[in-house]
């Protein structure tokens, strides 16, 4: 079992960053990819990122790359969601996932996050 919390969404201006956070609980944290989806109000939820186990591959839509950058730090328990240059079109819940192998947090991660808010003005 693994429980996830994100943090670190909030209401910024178009433009700015966030750095959003997971937090896992669970000693086998690293054994599992990670990802990042979001949902736009009125929107079905999509896939934003993903990271192999060892943080060694990484996999972006290509709505964010370039914009967007995922890293982990599997002595925290923790993975990131850097996001840099804000667009109104970001604004959406962005949920973190776990799965226990790279094809499954892809498309049907085994856990979830309550998600984070993040609103972006223009």
């Known amino acids: 079992q693994v429980q996830l919390v994100e943090s670190g969404g909030g209401l910024v201006q178009a433009g700015s960053s966030l750095r959003l956070s997971c937090a896992a609980s669970?000693?086998?944290?690293?054994?599992?990819?990670m990802g990042w989806f979001r949902q736009a109000p009125g929107k079905e939820r999509e896939f934003v990122a993903a990271?192999?186990?060892?943080?060694?591959?990484?996999y972006y839509a290509d709505s964010v790359k370039g914009r967007f950058t995922i890293s982990r730090d599997n002595t925290k328990n923790t993975v990131y969601l850097q996001i840099n240059s804000l667009k109104p079109e970001d604004t959406a819940v962005y949920y973190c996932?776990?799965?226990?192998?790279?094809?499954?947090?892809?498309?049907?991660?085994?856990?979830w996050g309550q998600g984070t808010q993040v609103t972006v003005s223009s």
């Open positions: 996932a776990a799965g226990q192998s790279w094809s499954i947090v892809l498309v049907t991660p085994n856990y």
């Open positions: 669970g000693r086998t944290f690293s054994s599992y990819s």
């Open positions: 990271i192999s186990w060892s943080g060694g591959r990484t």
